[in-house]
């Protein structure tokens, strides 16, 4: 939904941040691994329940994570490794950051809560994992509602606001319509070859 | 590891299986539907705390998800769909089972248990998201330690042995290594290019 417009937009506005970093001699698998790194960091933040700040940071991170693609395209140094990792690391960036969130929820004892996390970890891996493996066998799929950059600003403006565990309800439900959005896809896609 | 050995005993046990279900008017994609089911029911046996019996059927349920693909071959119906809606279910299949045995362990308090769990929910999914990523770059990937049938026993003999949180431990650290060889198998592949 929002992914067209926003990447347009985001793409043009990360591209001179981005060379500047790459000025200092940064490459973007570097910046990948930066990114992710920053990712743990703000997930301890949540675990440790400073969630306003780290709904914050959230956003901050998941901005910074988009300047590795960005010094790529600029100075031309895609390669399929370099988006292998960063699709690999933004999975696993994802996963800390609802990690730190439920180990949060955890503590407090919030069942629903951990349920909710755990629903929305699910659901953002297999809006990924439906992809890729469409891909692998053949098929485009960047289709349905809920890709990163919607369950990012979710959670984010969610743990600013004070509402965790709804924004948790909301990717959980939505994240799972979309890998469903996907599996009806790729079931039409094959169907009318 | 596993894998080559296991798989090719597996597959000839389960062939006449397979073939007796696909004669009562069963296809493959109904197979696997119905083996997800199941390993929603063993999932809700996790929570309520039947470890023992639900590590039993962890087992039973995961042999059942191979006649999906042993009928599709036998009766010559592999589909590309069938393919991609038997990972998608594997997928979340083995979600479920880990959100069972996760709430259980966050209903009782046990902080540790819920991280290792957490950790062995994310290790798994990013076996089969590194070896789908990959193939839609064009590259196989089927290396690594921790396929899911050495993941599928190793929990259901751990939850079986009264041992559930050292088999989620061996499961979290060995699995997210799994990811890390298919990282490193990639960057090789790429960089010989």
Not at 178 to 190: I, K, L, N, S, Y
């Amino acid at each position: 939904m929002l992914t067209a417009i926003f990447k347009d937009w985001a793409r043009r506005a990360a591209q001179p941040v981005a060379l500047t970093l790459g000025s200092l001699g940064l490459t973007p698998n570097m910046l990948t691994v930066i990114g992710f790194a920053l990712s743990v960091g703000v997930a301890v933040i949540l675990w440790l329940g400073h969630l306003s700040i780290g709904g914050f940071l959230v956003l901050v991170v998941s901005a910074f994570d988009m300047l590795d693609g960005a010094l790529a395209r600029a100075t031309r140094q895609t390669t399929r490794f370099g988006a292998f990792l960063d699709s690999t690391l933004d999975r696993y960036s994802e996963a800390a950051l609802l990690t730190g969130l439920l180990m949060f929820l955890v503590v407090q004892g919030d069942q629903l809560g951990s349920l909710l996390a755990i629903a929305a970890l699910v659901g953002s891996f297999m809006v990924s994992y439906t992809r890729a493996r469409a891909e692998g066998l053949g098929l485009s799929c960047e289709v349905g509602w809920l890709a990163r950059p919607e369950r990012i600003i979710i959670l984010g403006l969610g743990l600013i606001f004070g509402l965790a565990v709804p924004a948790l309800a909301v990717v959980a439900v939505l994240a799972n319509f979309t890998a469903g959005q996907r599996v009806a896809h790729v079931w039409r896609a094959t169907r009318e070859q």
